[in-house]
């Protein structure tokens, strides 16, 4: 499925199992915090997880600025 999104709509596509799951077994809680607030919601601790990766995977924004349609301010 993320192979046939890439080639529809090019993007970089974050599977978030991997970082919750080891195999069938996902993480309830991590280092004392709870990730999950209900069946569908990630917790702060647990959006935080997401978010880093997120982050990590965004271009240098000093990069960005090179770009004719895309503005960066501080």
Wanted: charged share 25%.
């Amino acid at each position: 499925l993320n192979d046939e999104m890439k080639r529809l709509a090019p993007s970089d596509v974050i599977d978030p199992m991997p970082l919750y799951c080891r195999g069938a077994v996902c993480d309830v809680r991590r280092n004392g915090a709870y990730l999950y607030f209900d069946d569908g919601h990630l917790t702060l601790a647990g959006s935080r997880i997401l978010a880093q990766t997120i982050l990590a995977r965004l271009p240098d924004p000093s990069r960005l600025s090179q770009r004719h349609d895309l503005t960066v301010t501080q």
